[in-house]
């Protein structure tokens, strides 16, 4: 039998694929510190919980296609506080984010056209375009220039009568770069000359470290109408399995259309829903506390990492993820490996092979991303079993 090309193109997921080698290392009774994937450790806010709890309505029905307008009044009330201003018909939930990149690719590109994205990007982006039959054309960034944008010239050099949008995500999944005002107007006056879509994937808005400023794309009024951002409750809440996310776009003919896609797909979770409206009343000190946590995660793990020989990172300034280079050819051979094959006093760690976040052929292969979401010992312990791994490696440069 025949599948689509498109399901054939589609990449399995770095984050995700090696899992069973971490699940048969568990059944042979090892440890395993999950630095693979962005799932916080962090409590939930009980409100969700509390909100869920309290539900006693007698059927669980479906709700309206664009989403409950509690939860929609809350997120309008939410972007004021970033000097943003949404109506009503300026906001669509989604199931998680993934749904609002899938939406926004879906709404402004046809198959074949291609969207423009700084590489290494958030995996996914590749799946999603593949899916849908766009083409991800890649702008590459360097670990040594802190993973910032290239020059204005290098993006237009990309630039084809088929491009249609920007995608970026800032601050930055898997690099934790945070676009600097100079960055984010570069690429508003791109799409303002060439007359695209910038989506931008900002979930990770609340994550900013060492009191850098944030710009998000929604504050700059002069290109409004080709924002998309695409938003999401799982990390700024520890709520990834409430999968709920958000369009936003002062392009009302936009949103109009990808209503049409809500439609089609009837309507998100009523339960999630009714959690997350709750999850936007928590206060203030509850990011205050957990930017602080953090923080002193990613600096644990980046000395943890520069303390290792061979290991090559910058320090992230955003989300919660590093990308380091290994002292090794291929770097999921070496997490197979380490799954497999080795324990520290039956404990190993597995982390997230990099080459999947480029488009680029051949580029992240003996790379890695790490996600800083475990606790303090944690990191530490899981910091120095990489370090111990590495050297007893067999197949090191």
């Not at 497999?340 to 190993?348: C, R, S, Y």
Request: aromatic fraction near 10%.
């Amino acid at each position: 039998m025949n599948f689509s090309k498109r399901i054939v193109a589609m990449q399995e997921s770095p984050i995700r694929k090696l899992v069973p080698f971490a699940e048969n290392a568990k059944k042979q009774g090892k440890k395993v510190y999950h630095l693979n994937i962005g799932q916080p450790d962090i409590e939930t806010p009980e409100n969700f919980m509390n909100a869920v709890r309290k539900f006693d309505e007698k059927v669980l029905a479906y709700t309206f296609s664009q989403g409950i307008p509690e939860l929609i009044d809350a997120l309008i009330t939410y972007y004021k506080k970033y000097n943003m201003t949404f109506e009503k018909d300026e906001v669509l939930i989604t199931n998680g984010g993934s749904e609002a990149l899938l939406f926004a690719l879906i709404a402004v590109a046809d198959d074949g056209d291609e969207v423009i994205v700084p590489e290494p990007f958030y995996t996914n982006y590749n799946g999603f375009g593949a899916a849908v039959g766009v083409n991800v054309v890649p702008v590459t960034t360097y670990a040594s220039e802190g993973f910032h944008l290239p020059s204005r010239e290098t993006i237009e050099k990309v630039i084809t009568p088929r491009t249609r949008a920007i995608l970026l995500s800032n601050p930055g999944n898997p690099t934790g770069v945070v676009y600097t005002k100079e960055e984010v107007n570069l690429i508003a006056d791109i799409a303002k000359k060439h007359n695209l879509f910038v989506i931008a994937d900002e979930v990770y808005r609340e994550f900013v470290y060492d009191n850098l400023e944030y710009i998000s794309f929604g504050n700059i009024k002069e290109i409004e109408d080709r924002v998309i951002i695409v938003d999401s409750v799982s990390k700024r809440f520890s709520a990834c399995g409430a999968r709920i996310g958000a369009i936003l776009s002062k392009n009302k003919e936009l949103m109009k259309q990808i209503l049409k896609l809500c439609q089609g797909r009837l309507c998100c979770p009523t339960l999630d829903q009714i959690g997350a409206v709750e999850l936007y009343k928590v206060s203030d000190d509850y990011f205050k506390a957990v930017l602080e946590e953090y923080q002193k995660r990613r600096d644990i793990v980046y000395e943890g990492l520069t303390s290792i020989p061979g290991v090559i990172c910058e320090k992230p300034t955003g989300a919660f993820y590093v990308i380091a280079k290994l002292p090794v050819e291929d770097a999921e051979e070496f997490v197979i490996w380490l799954l497999k094959d080795f324990d520290l006093n039956g404990e190993t760690v597995m982390l997230a092979p990099a080459e999947g976040f480029y488009a680029t052929p051949g580029l992240g292969k003996d790379e890695a991303r790490i996600a800083y979401i475990l606790n303090e010992h944690d990191l530490r312990k899981s910091m120095e079993i990489l370090k111990t791994a590495l050297e007893k490696y067999p197949k090191k440069k």
